[in-house]
C-alpha cells in the first residue's frame, strides 16, 4: 500500500522537529534506514529511525564536500567524487567512518557503478572506464576498458561482480547513422559484443553471476539475459501494460524477487525471479531508481523538494516519504 494523503503535511512537520532535536546526537547512533547522498548539502547524511518514522540526519564529517556518491549494496561503503574531483573510499564501520583518496583512479569520473555485491565498482571517463575489484579491501586491482569504438558515450553502466563483464547502454544517432543498443565487454577482448539492438534505460548485473537485467523505456520490456557477456540467452521478457516504460530494474537483496520501477508512470512492480506474478503498486513519485539502503528498504527517488521516496518490504510491501530537512551548513 501507499503511505500518501492528507496526513502528510502533518507528518513532515513532525519529522522536520525530531531532525532538529537529533543534531547534538551520534551521527551514527540509534536505528538507521540507511545512508543518503544529498546534493543540496554535498554531503553524505544517515538516515535515522525506522520506515515510517524516518528522516535524514546532520551530514556526516568527510572534510571535504561531496559532487556525487554511490553506495555499496550492503551500504558499508560509498564511493565518492569531491568536489575538486578526487574519488574517494569512504568506509562505514560501526560508530566510525574512515575516508581514502583512491590514488589509483583518475580524477572526475563521468559515472560511478558499483556490482550488486559490491565486490567490483566501474569508473566512465568519456570513452575509457577503470574496473576496480576486491572492493572494499583493495583499492589497486585495476582493469583498463577502451570503449572508443562505441558510436557514443554511455548511457547506462553495469559490472559484474568478478569485474569481468562490464555492460554499457548508448543512445542512436538521432539521423540513424549509428543505432543505439547495449554491448559487453569481456575482459581480455578488445572488442565490444552485440547484446540488444535497443538503447536501455537501466542495465543491472545479477549478484555473482554474468546474468544481467535490461530494462527498455521504449519497449515497455524487463529482459532477463543468461551469460551476458557471453551466449547472451533470454531467460524471460516481462511486458505488461500496467507497467509502461520501466526505466530501473533490479533483483532484490535477499534474492526473492525482481523490483522493477517506471519514472514516467510513477508506478513499482515486483515480479518473481521467473517474471511472473507481477504485484504493482502506484507511487506519488518518479521512482528513478532501486538503490538499496538497510535490510530490505530501498531508495527510489533523488531528493527532491525536501525529501526522498523509499520502499520498505520487510513485510507487506509499503511506499513511504523520508524528509530530508536542511542542515546547519552547506556541506561538510
Known amino acids: 500500500m501507499t503511505r500518501v494523503g492528507v496526513t502528510m503535511g502533518r507528518s513532515y512537520l513532525i519529522f522536520f522537529a525530531a531532525a532538529s532535536l537529533s543534531a547534538g546526537q551520534g551521527l551514527l547512533s540509534g536505528p538507521s534506514v540507511g545512508f543518503l547522498f544529498d546534493p543540496q548539502a554535498q554531503a553524505i ?104 569504438a562505441l558510436p557514443s558515450a554511455p548511457l547506462a553502466l553495469a559490472v559484474s561482480d568478478d569485474g569481468a563483464v562490464l555492460l554499457v547502454s548508448i543512445s542512436g544517432d538521432p539521423q540513424g547513422s549509428s543505432p543505439g543498443g547495449v554491448f559487453a565487454f569481456n575482459r581480455g577482448e ?18 555473482n553471476s554474468h546474468d544481467a537485467l535490461i530494462a527498455d523505456e521504449s519497449a515497455n520490456s524487463i529482459t532477463d539475459l543468461q551469460d551476458a557477456g557471453g551466449a547472451s540467452t533470454i531467460q524471460w521478457i516481462f511486458v505488461d501494460d500496467r507497467l509502461p516504460a520501466p526505466s530501473v530494474g533490479r533483483v532484490s537483496m535477499d534474492g526473492q524477487r ?9 508506478i513499482i512492480a515486483l515480479l518473481n525471479l521467473d517474471g511472473s506474478n507481477p504485484v504493482f503498486m502506484p507511487c506519488t513519485c518518479s521512482p528513478n531508481q532501486m538503490a538499496p539502503l538497510s535490510g530490505l528498504v530501498y531508495q527510489l ?21 523520508v524528509p530530508i530537512p536542511p542542515v546547519a551548513g552547506d556541506s561538510q
Open 45 to 148: 547524511r544517515n538516515i535515522q529511525g525506522i520506515p515510517g518514522s524516518a528522516v535524514a540526519g546532520e551530514s556526516l564529517t568527510l572534510g571535504f564536500p561531496v559532487a556525487n556518491a554511490v553506495f555499496s549494496p550492503a551500504q558499508n561503503y560509498a564511493l565518492a567524487a569531491g568536489a575538486d574531483g578526487s574519488v574517494n573510499l569512504i568506509v562505514f564501520g560501526g560508530p566510525t567512518v574512515t575516508t581514502q583518496i583512491v590514488t589509483a583512479l583518475p580524477s572526475a569520473p563521468d559515472h560511478i557503478v558499483v556490482s550488486p555485491a559490491g565486490h567490483a565498482a566501474a569508473f566512465a571517463y568519456g570513452t575509457s572506464v577503470k574496473v576496480l575489484t576486491g572492493l572494499p579491501g583493495s583499492l589497486d586491482q585495476l582493469a583498463d576498458i577502451d570503449m572508443s
Open 190 to 207: 578488445s572488442a565490444p559484443r552485440f547484446i540488444a539492438g535497443q538503447t536501455a534505460s537501466d542495465v543491472n548485473f545479477i549478484g
Open 258 to 266: 525482481i523490483l522493477v520501477g517506471s519514472a514516467k508512470n510513477g
Open 301 to 321: 527517488t533523488d531528493p527532491s523538494g525536501g525529501l526522498i521516496w523509499i520502499m520498505d518490504l520487510t513485510q507487506d510491501p509499503r511506499i513511504l516519504f
